[in-house]
C-alpha cells in the first residue's frame, strides 16, 4: 500500500500538540484564514499539509510563544523571508527587535490583541467589525463562549471566526437571534460524530489520537460537501433555482 506524502489537519496536530499544548484544530484553521498558512486541498476540500507546511506552523508557533509576535508582525516576516526565496522552517528571524519595531507602529490594539488569541470584548468586536453588544447577543445566544481570567472575559480564535461570520450575516440582515438554529445544527452533528471517534479515543495512545482527530477532519468535510449539496438541492427546489 502506497504511504501518503501528507499529512490532514487531525494528524499535524497530533504531530505537534506535545510541543505546543495548546495548540487545536481551530487555531490551525484560523492561522488559515488569516493567510499564514495556504495547504493544498483535494477536490473534496481536504487539507493536504506538506513536511514544508508542517515546519511553517512549527515556526509561527514558536514566534507566538518565544518572542510573542503578534500575527501581523509573523505575516510581514514570512512575506519578507518568501521574497528573498529563503525559508522559514527551523530558522528565526534576523534581528527581531527590529521586525517588531517596524511594524508594529501604528498597528492597533485589536491587531495585537490576535497574537495570543486572547482578545477582550472590545478587541474581538473590533477585529470583527461589529458591535459588543452584538458580541453580547452572540454570547446570550450560545454561538460564542469567553473564558474568565481575572477580571476580564477573554476570546480566542475560534470566538473570532464566527464574531466575523455573524458580522457576514449582519450585512444581509440577519440578526444573532437567527444564528441559533446553526448552534443547535452543530451540537446536535457534533454529539454524532463524538459516537463515531469515541471507540478509537477509548484505546488511549497517541496513535489512536491522531486517527480520530484525523477522522473527524475528514467527517466535517464530508459534513459540509453534504450540507452544500442539500441546501442547493432544497433551493432549487424551493425557489425555482438553476
Known amino acids: 500500500m502506497a504511504t501518503r506524502d501528507h499529512l490532514s489537519i487531525g494528524e499535524v496536530l497530533a504531530l505537534l500538540q506535545e510541543d505546543f499544548p495548546d495548540l487545536t484544530i481551530s487555531k490551525i484553521r484560523f492561522l488559515e484564514s488569516e493567510g499564514l498558512l495556504e495547504?493544498?486541498?483535494?477536490?473534496?476540500g481536504y487539507r493536504k499539509f506538506y513536511p514544508d507546511d508542517v515546519e511553517r506552523l512549527r515556526w509561527i508557533l514558536v514566534q507566538q510563544r518565544e518572542h510573542f509576535l503578534p500575527l501581523k508582525v509573523i505575516k510581514t516576516k514570512l512575506e519578507e523571508v518568501q521574497g528573498e526565496g529563503g525559508r522559514t522552517?527551523?530558522?528565526?528571524?534576523?534581528?527581531?527587535?527590529?521586525?517588531?519595531?517596524?511594524?508594529?507602529?501604528?498597528?492597533?490594539?485589536?491587531?495585537?490583541?490576535?497574537?495570543?488569541?486572547?482578545?477582550?470584548?472590545?478587541?474581538?468586536?473590533?477585529?470583527?467589525?461589529?458591535?459588543?453588544?452584538?458580541?453580547?447577543?452572540?454570547?446570550?445566544?450560545?454561538?460564542?463562549?469567553?473564558?474568565?481570567v481575572g477580571p476580564d472575559v477573554l476570546y480566542d480564535e475560534g470566538a473570532l471566526i464566527i464574531a466575523r461570520l455573524a458580522a457576514g450575516f449582519r450585512r444581509h440582515g440577519v440578526e444573532?437571534?437567527?444564528?441559533?438554529?446553526?448552534?443547535?445544527?452543530?451540537?446536535?452533528?457534533?454529539?454524532?460524530?463524538?459516537?463515531?471517534?469515541?471507540?478509537?479515543?477509548?484505546?488511549?495512545?497517541?496513535?489512536?489520537?491522531?486517527?480520530?482527530?484525523?477522522?473527524?477532519?475528514?467527517?466535517?468535510?464530508?459534513?459540509?460537501?453534504?450540507?452544500?449539496?442539500?441546501?442547493?438541492?432544497?433551493?432549487?427546489?424551493?425557489?425555482?433555482?438553476?
Open 89 to 148: 522552517a527551523g530558522s528565526e528571524p534576523a534581528s527581531t527587535e527590529g521586525v517588531v519595531h517596524a511594524t508594529t507602529a501604528g498597528v492597533d490594539g485589536a491587531d495585537l490583541g490576535l497574537a495570543g488569541a486572547s482578545l477582550t470584548v472590545e478587541e474581538l468586536a473590533g477585529a470583527a467589525g461589529i458591535s459588543p453588544e452584538d458580541i453580547g447577543e452572540l454570547e446570550r445566544f450560545g454561538l460564542l463562549v469567553g473564558r474568565s
Open 39 to 44: 495547504p493544498e486541498r483535494t477536490p473534496s
Open 176 to 242: 444573532p437571534r437567527h444564528l441559533r438554529m446553526y448552534k443547535v445544527t452543530a451540537d446536535r452533528e457534533a454529539g454524532f460524530l463524538e459516537q463515531i471517534v469515541t471507540p478509537i479515543l477509548k484505546q488511549r495512545n497517541p496513535a489512536a489520537r491522531g486517527r480520530a482527530l484525523a477522522m473527524i477532519d475528514d467527517l466535517l468535510a464530508l459534513g459540509a460537501e453534504l450540507r452544500a449539496a442539500m441546501l442547493e438541492q432544497a433551493l432549487r427546489d424551493n425557489l425555482g433555482r438553476h
